[in-house]
């Protein structure tokens, strides 16, 4: 810890020398590579000479290992409030939605309305049981008596997008990456009413640890980032 201090201590002052130059270490999921891209991306273009390194870590699972051992400055990840551990602090930066999802060519994006009891019977894409989205999925359709569903595919968000352009399979998909894919990819979400609050996208740091005037420039551009995610949902929903 003392040795962490030290550095970043060195960092602030090489701050202070040039407010252009700097590293920020960032563990995130797989499957918040589109956001973390968008977040890089705004960063580099006010700060091209900041370095950026990512981590592929699991914050939704609550496996803090990197954070603690201070292997990255910051999580971002999706989270189910509230956390137990009270080493960390977490900013909320987007509530979430979860939608189903599926390929343009699919027989049910002709339809108006569905209900989940109509989908038990369709080819699903899932995440691994233990991820975070898995438990709030089999709340969905627990809530309506219905047998939480069993995957077709358990895959990684890649090779689920490559799939759902077939039209053959429907998943359940975040707003907060659904809006960086939908027309990439050409999916639809189906107007299916799930009543579930998705994880919410949040910054995880470590308490009392002081974070690096670099790492905080990457906060403000996730911010802004969650900002930009938050006007466009509420535009699709008016």
């Given at each position: 810890?003392?040795?962490?201090?030290?550095?970043?201590?060195?960092?602030?002052?090489?701050?202070?020398?040039?407010?252009?130059?700097?590293?920020?270490?960032?563990?995130?999921?797989?499957?918040?590579?589109?956001?973390?891209?968008?977040?890089?991306?705004?960063?580099s273009r006010r700060y091209p000479e900041v370095v950026v390194r990512v981590v592929t870590a699991q914050p939704a699972t609550l496996e803090f290992r990197e954070l603690r051992e201070r292997k990255v400055d910051l999580l971002l990840g999706r989270i189910s409030l509230p956390l137990v551990d009270d080493d960390v602090d977490v900013e909320i930066l987007f509530e979430d939605r979860l939608?189903?999802?599926?390929?343009?060519?699919?027989?049910?994006?002709?339809?108006?309305?569905?209900?989940?009891?109509?989908?038990?019977?369709?080819?699903?894409?899932?995440?691994?049981?233990?991820?975070?989205?898995?438990?709030?999925?089999?709340?969905?359709?627990?809530?309506?008596?219905?047998?939480?569903?069993?995957?077709?595919?358990?895959?990684?968000?890649?090779?689920?997008?490559?799939?759902?352009?077939?039209?053959?399979?429907?998943?359940?998909?975040?707003?907060?990456?659904?809006?960086?894919?939908?027309?990439?990819?050409?999916?639809?979400?189906?107007?299916?009413?799930?009543?579930?609050?998705?994880?919410?996208?949040?910054?995880?740091?470590?308490?009392?640890?002081?974070?690096?005037?670099?790492?905080?420039?990457?906060?403000?551009?996730?911010?802004?980032?969650?900002?930009?995610?938050?006007?466009?949902?509420?535009?699709?929903?008016?």
């Open positions: 810890m003392v040795f962490d201090e030290l550095r970043q201590g060195i960092s602030d002052i090489e701050f202070l020398t040039n407010p252009n130059v700097g590293e920020v270490r960032i563990g995130c999921p797989e499957s918040l590579a589109f956001v973390s891209s968008a977040i890089i991306d705004r960063l939608f189903v999802v599926t390929g343009s060519r699919n027989r049910w994006t002709r339809r108006q309305r569905i209900d989940l009891a109509e989908l038990m019977s369709e080819r699903r894409l899932l995440l691994p049981a233990n991820n975070v989205l898995s438990s709030l999925i089999a709340q969905a359709f627990e809530a309506r008596g219905l047998d939480p569903p069993r995957e077709c595919v358990s895959a990684d968000v890649h090779t689920r997008l490559h799939l759902l352009t077939t039209g053959r399979f429907l998943t359940f998909v975040p707003d907060s990456l659904l809006q960086f894919v939908a027309k990439r990819w050409s999916l639809k979400a189906l107007p299916v009413d799930l009543s579930i609050q998705g994880p919410s996208l949040g910054i995880i740091t470590l308490r009392n640890r002081t974070v690096s005037p670099v790492v905080q420039l990457f906060v403000e551009s996730a911010r802004e980032v969650a900002k930009a995610l938050a006007g466009r949902s509420q535009s699709c929903k008016s």
